[in-house]
């Protein structure tokens, strides 16, 4: 069995900063991606960042610059790091993850229960 778990949401004043953290747990071979995506209401999900084993990292426009995604192998752990953040930030954010649970078998995709961040005023 395979957890995601989130932490660091919450409510934030534009300009302001937060940092969500997310861990995998459970019967893990291997990791082969991290990230985060987020849904609005009344909008699809979207991809925020992601990291590969090797560190590569990937954006989506609206953050870079902004958010800045690290990854712990040793702790399966990913943290999004978000400064500056805006109005249209606000959304429930989710832990994504391609993970392995044994050699030879496929990595899937597991997501975590999703955490809100909300920007106000």
């Known amino acids: 069995q395979v957890q995601l778990v989130e932490s660091g949401g919450g409510l934030v004043q534009p300009g302001g900063s937060l940092k969500l953290s997310c861990a995998a747990s459970?019967?893990?071979?291997?990791?082969?991606?991290m990230g985060w995506y987020r849904q609005a209401p009344g909008k699809q999900r979207e991809l925020v960042a992601a990291i590969t084993s090797g560190g590569s990292t990937n954006y989506a426009d609206s953050v870079k610059g902004r958010f800045t995604l690290s990854r712990d192998n040793a702790e399966n752990t990913v943290y999004l790091q978000m400064d500056s953040l805006k109005l249209e930030d606000t959304a429930v954010y989710y832990c994504?993850?391609?993970?392995?649970?044994?050699?030879?078998?496929?990595?899937?995709?597991?997501w975590g229960q999703g955490t809100q961040v909300t920007v106000s005023s």
């Open positions: 459970g019967s893990i071979y291997s990791i082969n991606a």
């Open positions: 994504h993850a391609v993970i392995r649970v044994s050699w030879g078998v496929p990595g899937k995709d597991y």
